[in-house]
Structure formats: C-alpha cells, structure tokens
C-alpha cells in the first residue's frame, strides 16, 4: 500500500532538505599560531576576507573557523607586536583542515612599556575629547567603529581628507595609510601617547580601540606629540585604546 506524505510535511521536507545540504557541503579550519621560539599565542585575530568571518586563538594558541564553502581561502593572522600573515588553505567538503602557524617578532624597538590605572587613561582620553572639540584633525570616535564595525582599522580612515590606503608589497591585502605623495614619508604613530616605530595602523585589532585622532600634516599635530616624533614624519595618527574592563 502506497503511503502519502501530507502537503505540509512534503512542503517541510523541500524547505529542509537544502539547508541540510548545504550543511554537508561545508568544511572547517582548524589551527594553532605560536612564536617562533614554540610558545601558544593567545588573542592572535584570525580573518577570512572572503567571507568575513573573524575569530581569535584561545589561550592554547587554538582556533576553528567552520562553516566553509569547499575551494581556496586567504586566511589573515595578525597580533600586536608580531608580522601579520596571509596564508592560503584549500577547505574541503565535510572535511576538516588543519593548520600550524608560525609568527615572527615584528622586527621593531616599543619604547618601555608603562602600566597606566584607569583614572589616569580616563584622564588621557579627556584629552582626545578635547581636541576633537577642537575640530583640528580628524577624529574617530568607538561609537562611529561600533556602529560601522569593520574588519580592520583602516577600512575606518576611508574618504578622511588627506588620507591615502596603500597597498604593501609584503602582505596580501595588507594596506599603509600615509597623508603624504612620498612613499618614504610615513606618518608617526602613537599609542596612548607613546611614540612607536615601523608600526601601521592595522597593527592594532579594532576591537581594543577607544578612538582615533588623524592629522595630515605637521602643523597640526598637538604639540605633546609633535615634539616627540620629529619633523621627519608626514603627519600624526593617534590610537587610544580601550579602558580596561568597559
């Protein structure tokens, strides 16, 4: 005797069917990013520009990325203090890849690293508020980076006055900013009023930024930075991060 399947549930199983496909025909990364002297890295920000999908390593230096379309992915890496990565991995249908990685110590001198409470970083940051009542500069604010909420940080300085991104020859999809036509020209970086070097603005995860301040020239600069970084540099971004805690 032949069984009929009702209308709805026939409808139900059409709707449902694809989904579950779909399900199976996905693949996942999995991986783990340590220093090149072994050590886990935790808080390590892994990307996947095609898709957009973002995760960081846990404190094991351990990440999974699921839900894949089988084919060829970029897979961005990067962490504070650390050459960022592109690594090109093939996902395969119902299967799992996995991945070790390696990163190297951004070849770089930070100056001497101060503890700050955070009445003192409130204090500083009062400071950003008051420029940006200024109006001299360019001012991003973490309301404006929550309500965009972009991959990186410099997909933030887009169609700010001045501002040029730049392709790097070292890293896929890795962008410079500079404010100047000279590609010997870079502007000088601070973070929470240190002065860095050989830093860029994607260096830090947008997540731990508070605000940002933007100046084209020397001119403008404040000058609590200008007397720090010289008249060598082509302008000034200024990263305040997050208080701790909020």
């Given at each position: 005797?032949?069984?009929?399947v009702?209308?709805?549930?026939?409808?139900?199983?059409?709707?449902?069917?694809?989904?579950l496909?779909a399900?199976?025909?996905s693949?996942?990364?999995t991986?783990?990013?340590?220093?090149?002297?072994?050590?886990?890295?935790?808080?390590?920000?892994v990307?996947?520009?095609?898709?957009?999908?973002?995760?960081?390593?846990?404190?094991?230096?351990?990440?999974?990325l699921?839900?894949?379309?089988?084919?060829?992915?970029?897979?961005?890496?990067?962490?504070?203090s650390?050459?960022?990565?592109?690594?090109?991995?093939?996902?395969?249908?119902?299967?799992?890849?996995?991945?070790?990685?390696?990163?190297?110590?951004?070849?770089?001198?930070?100056?001497?690293?101060?503890?700050?409470?955070?009445?003192?970083?409130?204090?500083?940051?009062?400071?950003?508020?008051?420029?940006?009542?200024?109006?001299?500069?360019?001012?991003?604010?973490?309301?404006?980076?929550?309500?965009?909420?972009?991959?990186?940080?410099?997909e933030?300085?887009?169609?700010?006055?001045?501002?040029?991104?730049?392709?790097?020859?070292?890293?896929?999809?890795r962008?410079?900013?500079?404010?100047?036509?000279?590609?010997?020209?870079?502007?000088?970086?601070?973070?929470?009023?240190?002065?860095?070097?050989?830093?860029?603005?994607?260096?830090?995860?947008?997540?731990?930024?508070?605000?940002?301040?933007?100046?084209?020239?020397?001119?403008?600069v404040?000058?609590?930075?200008?007397?720090?970084?010289?008249?060598?540099?082509?302008?000034?971004?200024?990263?305040?991060?997050?208080?701790?805690?909020?």
């Open positions: 005797m032949k069984r009929l009702p209308r709805a549930a026939a409808l139900l199983l059409t709707l449902v069917s694809p989904v496909a399900q199976g025909r693949g996942v990364i991986g783990t990013v340590k220093d090149q002297s072994g050590t886990l890295l935790p808080n390590v920000e990307v996947v520009p095609k898709t957009g999908a973002t995760v960081h390593t846990d404190s094991l230096g351990r990440f999974v699921s839900r894949l379309s089988p084919g060829m992915f970029d897979v961005s890496l990067r962490r504070l650390y050459s960022p990565m592109m690594i090109n991995l093939e996902v395969t249908e119902g299967d799992t890849t996995d991945v070790e990685v390696t990163l190297n110590a951004a070849a770089e001198i930070l100056p001497t690293v101060v503890v700050k409470g955070k009445e003192e970083h409130k204090r500083q940051l009062d400071g950003f508020e008051q420029r940006r009542k200024l109006g001299v500069g360019h001012f991003i604010t973490r309301a404006q980076i929550e309500s965009r909420n972009p991959l990186l940080l410099s933030m300085v887009r169609g700010t006055p001045g501002a040029q991104l730049v392709p790097t020859n070292d890293v896929i999809g962008v410079t900013l500079r404010f100047s036509r000279r590609k010997d020209c870079p502007p000088a970086y601070f973070v929470d009023g240190q002065y860095l070097i050989n830093y860029n603005i994607d260096d830090m995860p947008v997540r731990d930024v508070e605000g940002v301040e933007l100046y084209a020239g020397y001119a403008g404040p000058l609590e930075f200008a007397k720090q970084m010289g008249v060598q540099a082509c302008g000034a971004v200024v990263i305040w991060t997050r208080i701790p805690g909020t």
